[in-house]
């Protein structure tokens, strides 16, 4: 009887006990967020498990990178959803669902909290990351990871006297980080030996999302050209003009540099490349610079080192570096129910200390951390992000960005198979973007004649030396 | 008299179609009661949807941005998509590769299943690891063989070279990615054929070969003439469940191809998810989706009135 006493009393406890503990884990608040996988979004994870408030649950809804990522988001604003709370998205992506009404305009945010404002962040970085439409003091999105194309190479390689004297006698000068992409193609060639298994370099040309449009974007505008006329609309002429023309050109000639069948690689296989010693310098994004600095990752992680993407000479005689601005911003859906807790959270991640950490192995958005002393040390390449985010681009802030971006991306594939000759491809291009653009109904304003250079007329950049920065 | 005789000989025969209507109706209303929640179902799941469908397929909207309505384009959307050589291209390298790799797996698959129905130790162990590749996801196969045909480091290449072979680019190539995506597809799916052969194959009574033996019919023969003529409508099914599979094949492009290089992989299935989910033309990408339903129905009718047949035959 005492027995069966016992046994009662422990089981209407346990019962009683599993009812609260049900109670409290229904009381729980779970921010789903969308991501790609990778480093970044696993050191949000992390951060957010000091968060104070432990009835607060940060739950990961990550996909591959890619268009999947992309399209998770769209479909859930398609059906104006809340199977997510917040979202990373890049930032072309804020014109197409800002534009479309889906994502919370942050200004409301910012009037109502005391910690969070468009001041915690650079002018440029809140407005890349997350302003729609261009310089309309909208915002949509918070620059949660701020990525740049840059460079790696192997340092070993660089620095090793018998080289450093064959590249003398071959090319009458010193072997040095390349400035230029025409100094870039020699160094590539030099270090091009096949049967050593080494290659000159490595760069993304793959079909998928935007790997091959990034990559070839860097060289297109360091050239001089441009994608469109944001005044007039026009492309034809300016995508396809004689600079954008020798943009292109440059890319597509560098995969005689790289190992055979690169033209359909995406990051993952750059790295693996990398990482196996058989290229001596390759186009990456700083977000994989933590993996590839790591020696259990990198075998050569010790003679790797990490710069800033050469610029070019353009047809008009003046110097140009730029390339793709990459990384996310944080928007946030506007059918999530849980914006309160949200913006508590938000309120408390976006602060230095969290920063810091974050910045650790990803790139933070937040000025009072990328002014601080100590940020630029806190690894071996964020003092040459900070040089590279003055020369970022970025393209196409318009709702139509997902079907620009296949066009072009179906386009550069053909030029890197040679299926076209890039001033097919470019031509293509051009037309199509020009159909959609109109079929969108922008009117495209025609001028008289389109320039040699577009970049003479768009947003103007370009010295008549060229500055060295690696 | 000859009326009183009418009235009396016709109330039994109206008592009885009577009755038979009764019967009938309530007969109909029995089929129909069972029938309706399977009919509602068929309804709701199926009907419907393909209604919408073809509604929106005459409107130009995004379903992304509901916001900027929906303008009625009238039959725009199918002449703009069957005016546009990209979309003829993607048909013909659906074609292309729904040939090549349904002969593939059809040949491959009979001619396994074919020794597969003789019996031998161990025999159902490699039954069994044969069906393996069926079973996974065709995103996990495409991401997979992405990595053993990887021009570099691939273990295909590496194969091909120790051959002293020079390196294939796959990927990189529009011929080399069609074969590429076939073997893919073949691999995966040839299993599906095995299954179904070997089933067949086993089906056949054991006397007719027996019978064939007495009167000196050679293994060929008896292949050609017996076995493959008595399996054929189980054999048809399989290739019409192939065909129709293959024709939109759009998960196995995605993680191998992305469509590319260039479009030269893109199949009409993949344009079709790529305008609807990564466009959001939705009135557009509706028009392309009851291009490629009507095909398939279209196709579907061809061979199974084909196999109609064939039953009768058989």
Redesign the interface.
Known sequence: MKNSIRLLSTTSVSVIAAVLLGTSAQAETELTFVWHAGTCADALVEIAKDYPDKSVKLVPALVPYGPEWHNKIASEFAIQGDGFDFAMWDSQSTAEFAGGGHAVKLNDIFASSELLSAELFPAASISQYGEYPDNSGNFYGLPMNQDAYGMMYRRDLFEDPAEMAAFQEKYGRELAVPQTYQEAKEVAEFFTRPDEGLYGWGQMGGREYDFATTASNSFLWSFGGELYNPETYEVQGYLNSPASIDGVQAYVDMFNFAPPGSGSWGFDEVNAAFQQGQLAMAMQWFYFNGSNADPSVNKFAEGTAFGILPGAVGRDGMFRRQFSVGGQGMGINKYSKKLPELTAFMEWYFQPEQQKRYAAVCQTGLKAVLESDDWQGLNSYNAQFSTALQYLNDYWHLPQYPVLLDQLQEEISNAITGTKSVEEALTDAAKRHERTLERAGYEITRSDSTPEVPDQEITPVGTKEIIAVN | MTVTDQSQNSTPTRRSSAATGRKKSSGRLMIFGFLSPTLLILIFMVAYPIISLISYSFYNFS???P?EGYKWVGLDNYTYLLSDKALWQRFIFTGKFVFVCVSLQMVIGIFVGYQLQKKFKGRDVIFTLLMMPMMLSPVVVGFLWRYML????GVVNYLISSLGLE?V??????TPALFAAAAADTWMWTPFIILLATAAFRGIPETIYEAAEVDGASPAYKFFRLTLPMSAPVLFIALILRLIDSFKQYDLFFAL????????TETVSFAVA?TA?????TGEASALAVILLFIIIGLSMILVRHLNKMGEKY
């Open positions: 379903a992304l941005n916001h990887n021009s570099e480091w390196k680019l796959w990927l990189s190539q529009a191809t992305g469509g590319g290089p260039g479009s030269s790529k989910f990564n466009y959001f033309y």
